[in-house]
């Protein structure tokens, strides 16, 4: 029971950070830290991962209606621009898809630690803070996610693989960069949203297949644990996105980027002190 709480407060803090620009991996890694689940540390790295699996269907279930090609209300003119989405959703992810595969565990060996989480939180903070002030009274070229051309989706998707840090989010490096190249906060975010799609289903998949192949059979708990944080991080997710969405139509991600500073800061310390 007591590793089933755990794994509420985990899909919890999934949900919530996986869409803010404040980085999911990060922050689980840090509250490993202080609140350790009981399981084995092959089941554990792919937990981590696979959680988002939850979050993922909260995009699903919110946008299924703009990403179903076959929904029977569009006009034939609305099914092509649906497949021209998904197409560019596939281009952008390319570049993190291909670094990812490379480099999934020398990433996992060298960087998943609290000082890479807090140095990034802090650095991508900065930088926050810098593209919003660049970008006061500028009107972006692109408002529309289905604007969004092949060239800037890619761009978008090179971007994504800053991410691969842990602690610079996901959510944080896909929205920043299309803010960059030109596309308005809300249209960013969408695109952002539909990314995570293929990208956490292929990131978990590869998880799921090294816990397979690495021989560990996984627990009646940990089976349980993980059931317990898809269900929670989906659940949360659906009220984060919804709330998010309608944030950025009113708001800079400035504020965001203040959070990351201090909560970096406050890790910096932490482990100075008492590590």
């Keep these: 029971m007591i590793e089933l709480l755990k794994a509420v407060l985990f899909g919890i803090v999934e949900g919530v950070t996986e869409w803010l620009p404040i980085s999911s991996t ?10 350790t689940l009981n399981v084995s540390d092959a089941f554990r790295s792919m937990f981590d991962v696979v ?8 995009v699903v279930v919110l946008f299924f209606y703009k990403l179903n090609p ?14 021209q989405l998904w197409a560019k959703v596939v281009v952008s992810i390319i570049p993190s898809g291909v ?29 926050f803070i810098l593209v919003e002030r660049m970008n006061a009274g500028r009107k972006p070229r692109i408002r ?17 693989c800053l991410s691969l840090i842990p602690g610079t989010s996901r959510s944080g490096s896909t929205i920043l960069g299309a803010i ?10 969408e695109f952002s949203f539909f990314m995570a799609i293929p990208t956490m289903l292929g990131a978990s998949a590869i998880k799921m297949l090294k816990f397979l192949i690495s021989g560990v ?3 009646a708990t940990e089976l349980g644990v993980l059931v317990v944080g898809c269900l929670v991080s989906f659940l949360v997710s659906l009220v984060v996105i919804k709330a998010l969405m ?3 139509r009113k708001h800079s991600f400035s504020a965001f980027g203040v959070y990351r500073i201090i909560l970096g800061a406050v890790v910096l310390l932490y482990f100075a002190l008492v590590k």
């Design 217 to 219: 059979s996984a627990t």
């Design 144 to 160: 529309d996610v289905h604007k969004i051309d092949y060239r800037t989706a890619l761009g978008i998707g090179l971007f994504q």
């Design 70 to 83: 076959f929904a029977a209300g569009k006009s034939p003119e609305a099914k092509k621009h649906t497949w």
């Design 26 to 35: 990060g922050h689980l890694i840090l509250l490993n830290e202080f609140l």
């Design 99 to 127: 670094v990812g595969v490379l480099l999934d565990d020398w990433m996992d060996a060298h960087l998943h630690n609290a000082a890479v989480v807090a140095a990034a939180l802090i650095v991508y903070g900065v930088a």
């Design 246 to 248: 309608e944030y950025v």
């Design 180 to 189: 960059l190249l030109g596309v308005g906060r809300s249209a960013g975010a």
């Design 51 to 58: 959680i988002q699996l939850g979050a993922i269907l909260a």
